[in-house]
């Protein structure tokens, strides 16, 4: 049962452009989403985060958006770049660990920006 | 340096032997994380340190599958008689209390 779904595996998008990378996810009870991205042979590195009581956290040109009643949260890029070019992870929590319970994955996103 | 590692970078193992995969967390990081990344998957929660508390083992996949953390900082995840579907890279990640995860760069185990 896969509680956290990236239905997209992969995007391709055009330097300077906007990314919009999607993430749904089923259970409830989660309150806590991240975004990891990932590097070949590089371990996920963590991106940015945010908490339920929100809908929206931005970090430079990174903005994640959350909509409780759908259970989807969104990540945008922009303006992307090549450097950009990674595996995109969406990961959740619940019960109100925040950043310390245990985390569930989706199945990544592979976003290839085009110079 | 001052990142998770993880040791070996590489292992190589016949079906049925059994192998250890070691992780060093940040230190001062009281929780430690063990995820496996299958061909083709997302990463997939195992085992859960925290403190002293006992661990969250809900994601192991069989009995083969243990770990240990000693005196809070260094673990090992131990995989006995290892199957073709142990295939993978098996990923350790620390944190804070209220920190994001660190993320090592992995043990990528292949069982022929």
């Known amino acids: 049962d896969q509680q956290v779904k990236q239905n997209s595996p992969s995007l391709s998008v055009q330097e300077g452009r906007i990314s919009i990378l999607n993430c749904d996810y089923t259970?409830?009870?989660?309150?806590?989403f991240l975004w990891y991205k990932k590097y070949p042979a590089e371990g996920p590195t963590f991106l940015i985060s945010?908490?339920?009581?929100?809908d929206k956290n931005e970090d430079g040109r990174f903005t994640v958006f959350l909509n409780k009643s759908a259970k989807h949260l969104s990540l945008h890029i922009v303006p992307s770049q090549p450097g950009d070019s990674a595996v995109y992870f969406c990961?959740?929590?619940?019960?109100?660990?925040?950043?310390?319970?245990?985390?569930?994955f989706g199945t990544g996103t592979l976003l290839a920006v085009q110079p | 340096g001052a990142g998770v590692s993880q040791s070996p970078s590489n292992k190589v193992t016949e079906k049925g032997k059994d192998v250890e995969l070691r992780c060093d967390p940040i230190?001062?990081?009281?929780?430690l994380y063990w995820y496996r990344q299958s061909l083709g998957q997302g990463l997939e929660f195992l085992i859960y340190?925290?403190?002293?508390?006992?661990?969250?083992k809900s994601g192991l996949p069989s009995d083969r599958f243990s770990a240990e953390r000693t005196g809070g900082s260094v673990s090992t995840l131990t995989i006995q008689r290892t199957q073709q579907e142990d295939s993978a890279v098996y990923l350790c990640?620390?944190?804070?209390?209220?920190?994001?995860?660190?993320f090592g760069p992995g043990t990528r185990l292949t069982v022929l």
């Open positions: 990640a620390s944190s804070l209390d209220a920190g994001g995860k660190f």
């Open positions: 259970n409830s009870m989660f309150d806590y």
């Open positions: 945010i908490s339920s009581i929100k």
């Open positions: 990961a959740a929590s619940g019960r109100g660990g925040g950043a310390t319970n245990k985390l569930i």
């Open positions: 230190s001062g990081h009281t929780a």
């Open positions: 340190f925290q403190g002293n508390s006992a661990p969250d």
